[in-house]
């Protein structure tokens, strides 16, 4: 589908030319305010910005909407949060027209489901395609941003709203030998739309995170061989996946705004599975029992999802790490291959869960092999392949299913700058700071959608989405409605949130796990907790007291006098 590049907002002058001269300094476009991104986060933003009068502009890397769902078209790609569950509540006749075929959609359908947004509200107009946003400066004395691309436009806002997605930023390890190999070399994170050919053929994949376990059972179909470098082993439990069941999607159509109601008030932001607050509460024989019908059942947070203390001791999750492992060895046939697959150096679920069709059996192909690389690391890589412990194993394709710089990644590769001209590379030298994930003190009227240290990545993303834009709307309204024309965390606010975050995490044993809730998957990243671990109910009660308390921690202010409003 060809993004109309022509049709944009009617309001914003004067208008940049998509590719202008080297050297011209083109006027730059002033529009109220300008969404980075057209994701979920960002397709809603525009939606509500533009609800609320303003004009809105947006820039989007890829030539189509849909963010994650754009890129990661890999085999096999496909949602971990069940369909009913990941989409938008703010149009009622939205969610009662469109149907999921499937109780985890593929990526393929999310794609069509953003598609359908974008065109049944008219977002499209306003996206700026094949354009990405190289620096975002702000400009004290006009109170605006000023945005430059890589495509030459000159942009001009009063707000940023930055939808760049957490986890969007990919990351290619710098493996010696890579720029050498005479094969195609491939990414999960940035799969070919024309689809690749794999039948036959020699397919190394490198990775084993949640896209590495969801492609490597579909391509071992078509594979000639396939070879996966683990590094770590990674905790999987069955998806359960298959068509939408007609009687539970009737139950949740009957009152779907009631529906999502309910589910804002769980941690997760989808229905509740807890069984109860501890594994010990159930006796070994009551508790193994809800484990194999959880794992029976399939979905949602897996058999961690049971107890609530799973998270919290490390008894409890002993008991739901041992089952899962148990599993993988009645799973996979050759012991020594089982044995490589149970992780063993972290509690299960402190690395993201990942949900499976078929994972641990593919072991079982004849044509399918496991690299240990904690045995045999990967030396480097050659024209002709992989090299480990000494031998080199040929390749026609690698695919590298490593993961993201999540969380700032994508908002560190624009050039951001804010008061003064401060970097937020040097603001986020020791790791990320925020107010409420929303704000960062010292860049005014900068959002930042599921930014570091909100819950994004740790509950449904359609809700941590949905708040997050229904809460700068509401800002802006309040802004707008009394002149206020700059809106600031303040640094007090700002280190007092950013310590709770890692406070709530250091409450639990993720910090246990080697992450990329940690950034310990990036090397030099700085380790902190990236997201806020206290749940969406908790999450969603302090941001509305800080508004009732007249936006405490935020500093509002008017470049001209104001006039009181109640
Ligand atoms: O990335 P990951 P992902 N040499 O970082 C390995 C979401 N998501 O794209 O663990 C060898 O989890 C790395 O090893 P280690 C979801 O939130 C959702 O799979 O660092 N290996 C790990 O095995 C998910 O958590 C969906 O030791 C190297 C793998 O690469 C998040 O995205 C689907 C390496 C990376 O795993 C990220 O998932 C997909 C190296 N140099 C993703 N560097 C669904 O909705 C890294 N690795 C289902």
């Known amino acids: ?67 994650t769902w754009w890129w990661n078209c890999y085999p096999g790609a496909r949602c971990d949060v069940e369909s009913l569950d990941y989409c938008y509540a703010f149009d009622e006749d939205l969610m009662r027209e469109w149907k999921w075929s499937e109780r985890f959609p593929t990526q393929a359908e999310v794609l069509r489901y953003a598609q359908n947004v974008a065109d049944r509200f008219d977002l499209r107009r306003h996206i700026r395609f094949e354009t990405t946003v190289t620096a975002a400066h702000w400009d004290e004395q006009s109170r605006r941003w000023a945005f430059d691309t890589d495509r030459g436009q000159r942009v001009a806002a009063r707000w940023f709203v930055s939808a760049v997605g957490a986890i969007s930023a990919p990351n290619l390890p710098g493996i010696e030998g890579l720029d050498t190999f005479e094969g195609q070399v491939l990414m999960t ?20 995170g949640s896209s590495g376990i969801q492609a490597i059972p579909v391509i071992a179909q078509v594979a000639g061989h396939l070879t996966v470098f683990q590094r770590t082993a990674n905790f999987s439990c069955p998806a359960g996946n298959g068509p939408i069941d007609p009687e539970r999607e009737a139950t949740v159509r009957a009152d779907y705004p009631g529906y999502r109601r309910a589910c804002l008030k769980n941690g997760a932001g989808t229905p509740t599975l807890l069984l109860s607050q501890s594994a010990f509460d159930l006796g070994e024989a009551e508790r193994l029992a809800a484990y194999e019908a959880k794992w029976a059942r399939g979905g949602a947070g897996g058999v961690p999802a049971l107890f609530a203390d799973t998270r919290t001791s490390l008894e409890a999750n002993q008991t739901a790490a041992d089952f899962v492992r148990g599993k993988i060895r009645e799973i996979v046939a050759d012991p020594e291959v089982a044995e490589s697959l149970c992780p063993k150096d972290h509690p299960i679920a402190t690395k993201r869960i990942c949900l ?39 390749q026609d394709v690698i695919i590298f299913a490593t993961g993201f710089d ?25 790791g990320p700071q925020t107010y409420l994930g929303l704000m960062v003190a010292g860049f005014p009227n900068m959002f930042t959608i599921t930014g570091p240290l909100s819950p994004s990545v740790l509950i449904n993303v359609m809700v941590a989405i949905s708040h997050h834009v229904e809460w700068i709307g509401d800002c802006v309204s309040h802004m707008t409605e009394r002149g206020f024309d700059r809106i600031d965390a303040t640094p007090d606010a700002q280190a007092e949130w950013t310590a709770e975050v890692q406070r709530i995490a250091d409450g639990t044993l993720f910090p246990l796990a080697n992450s990329w809730y940690n950034g310990d998957n990036i090397p030099g990243k700085p380790r902190r907790f990236l997201a806020y671990i206290g749940g969406f109910p908790a999450y969603a009660g302090r941001c509305e007291q800080v508004v009732a308390a007249g936006y405490e921690g935020f500093e509002l202010s008017a470049s001209h006098p104001v006039a009181a409003v109640d």
């Open 1 to 67: 589908m060809e993004p109309d590049t022509d049709t944009h907002d009617t309001h914003a002058e004067p208008r940049a030319e998509p590719h202008a001269e080297p050297h011209a300094e083109p006027e730059p476009m002033v529009v109220d305010a300008v969404v980075v991104g057209a994701g979920f986060a960002g397709l809603y933003a525009i939606h509500k910005l533009r609800s609320l009068g303003l004009t809105v502009q947006a820039f989007e890397a890829a030539p189509e909407v849909g963010g």
């Open 189 to 208: 994170s940035r799969w070919p739309h024309e689809g690749v050919e794999l039948e036959g053929k020699r397919v190394a994949v490198i990775g084993t």
């Open 356 to 394: 499976d069709t078929d994972y641990y059996a593919t072991y079982n192909r004849p044509n399918v092999t496991l690299v240990d690389l904690r045995k045999t690391p990967i030396e480097r890589i050659t024209p002709a392949g992989i090299a480990t412990a000494g031998r080199e194993l040929p």
């Open 406 to 430: 999540a969380l700032t990644g994508a908002l560190l590769r624009m050039d951001i700058r804010g008061v003064g001209g401060r970097s937020l590379a040097e603001a986020w030298e020791d």
